[in-house]
């Protein structure tokens, strides 16, 4: 019954994600704003919201063990960033692998993806930097926690900026379809467009959630930790809206969106969430963690370096998702 379940909500994640999808394409294009920011802002912190919501319930809401819930919350504020940028970023190479082919190019708007990943490397490697503070040391556990939320503020700023200029260069947001709603006879208008897009968002929360607790039920029975669910089994349940999405995006030849839609839920992941991290736990650098870290600050960079000297190949995905395996690897046998 339980994997019933599982595959129920699974499927009502999919829907949602199309709800979604097209509500905001609709949205992009009324605001007339690129799709850099319907990608990496809008579609990437929409859909971030249930995993968003893991860590902070398990932190001040979560069971009545304190430690357990820090292990939770820490391992699912890391866990999603190195979701994101490998297993995520893999799963786009083989959605388009048998139409582009292995040798085949991505082409997302570069300086928007370039600005990504920087701002991302920049934020994680703070809180990498911040496991080596001493808890005591509050000062500069502030100081860093507070770097990181202002770092988001910049690229927020930063990314609202470039919207003009990359409309005009013909990177405007547009919708593939008509409305869903509009097809059962309802005008395509501005409170037509939220009312769909607040009703995927609440389904793809619905299913998130869902699958999540299902997947919470299921540990027991693999005989995993609290740290090992938190860290390499939640993030896949909650990262399914980023996945589907922009699976959704790049099959359709929207590479900007696609790779927005993941590359900005890191940004907003790997700034926000661990500056909760850093001021309301431990943080300290278990080798877990720490290897999480690694792992995924390769990835990103592994990615920056490959966009930087003549773009990105459909293989280039693969060596993300290698690592992936490798980090499981590590976590079942030797950690």
Same mark, same amino acid.
């Given at each position: 019954?339980l994997?019933v379940e599982?595959?129920? +909500? ?14 905001l394409?609709?949205? &992009?294009?009324?605001l007339n704003?690129?799709?850099?920011? =319907?990608g990496s ?6 859909t ?5 919501l893991?860590?902070?319930l398990?932190?001040?809401a979560g069971?009545?063990?304190a430690? *357990? ?5 820490v ?8 979701m ?5 970023l893999?799963l786009l ?5 048998r ?6 190019? +991505?082409?997302?708007? $570069?300086? &928007?993806?370039?600005r ?9 490697s ?11 040391n ?8 507070f %770097? ?6 910049i690229?927020?700023?930063? =990314?609202?900026?470039a ?5 005009e260069?013909?990177h ?6 008509? /409305? ?26 619905? &299913?998130?959630? %869902?699958?999540?607790?299902g997947?919470? #039920?299921?540990?027991?029975i693999?005989g ?7 860290? /390499?089994?939640?993030?896949i ?13 790049? $099959? ?18 790997g =700034? ?9 736990t ?6 877990? *963690?720490?290897?999480?870290? *690694?792992?995924t600050?390769?990835a990103?960079?592994? #990615? $920056?370096? /490959? ?8 293989w280039?995905?693969w060596?993300?998702?290698? #690592? +992936?395996?490798l980090?499981?690897?590590? /976590?079942?046998? +030797?950690?």
């Amino acid at each position: 019954m339980l994997w019933v379940e599982l595959l129920g +909500y699974l499927i009502l994640i999919l829907i949602a994600a199309e709800v979604f999808v097209n509500a905001l394409e609709h949205l &992009g294009e009324k605001l007339n704003i690129s799709e850099g920011v =319907t990608g990496s802002l809008f579609a990437a912190v929409g859909t971030a919201l249930p995993e968003t919501l893991v860590p902070v319930l398990a932190i001040f809401a979560g069971t009545s063990n304190a430690a *357990v819930n820090q292990e939770i919350g820490v391992g699912a504020i890391l866990g999603a960033p190195l979701m994101l940028a490998t297993l995520s970023l893999s799963l786009l190479s083989f959605a388009v692998l048998r139409k582009r082919g292995v040798t085949g190019t +991505y082409t997302p708007e $570069r300086t &928007g993806l370039t600005r990504d990943l920087n701002f991302f490397l920049v934020a994680f490697s703070l809180a990498c930097l911040a496991m080596f503070v001493p808890h005591d040391n509050s000062t500069i556990r502030a100081a860093l926690s507070f %770097g990181m939320v202002f770092i988001y503020f910049i690229y927020i700023m930063v =990314t609202l900026r470039a919207s003009a200029a990359l409309v005009e260069d013909g990177h405007g947001t547009e919708a593939a379809s008509i /409305m869903f709603l509009s097809r059962i006879g309802i005008p395509t208008n501005m409170p037509t467009i939220i009312i769909q897009l607040v009703l995927g968002l609440a389904l793809l929360v619905l &299913g998130a959630e %869902g699958f999540i607790h299902g997947i919470e #039920l299921a540990a027991p029975i693999i005989g995993i930790s609290a740290l090992m669910l938190s860290l /390499m089994i939640v993030p896949i349940a909650t990262e399914l809206p980023e996945k589907v999405n922009s699976i959704l995006w790049i $099959r359709r030849d929207k590479d900007t969106l696609a790779f927005g839609n993941i590359t900005g839920a890191m940004v907003f992941q790997g =700034t926000l969430l661990p500056a909760i991290g850093i001021s309301l736990t431990p943080w300290t650098a278990q080798p877990a *963690v720490f290897l999480g870290i *690694v792992i995924t600050l390769i990835a990103a960079v592994w #990615l $920056r370096i /490959m966009l930087a000297i003549g773009g990105l190949k459909v293989w280039h995905l693969w060596l993300n998702g290698s #690592l +992936y395996v490798l980090y499981l690897g590590l /976590m079942l046998f +030797y950690i």
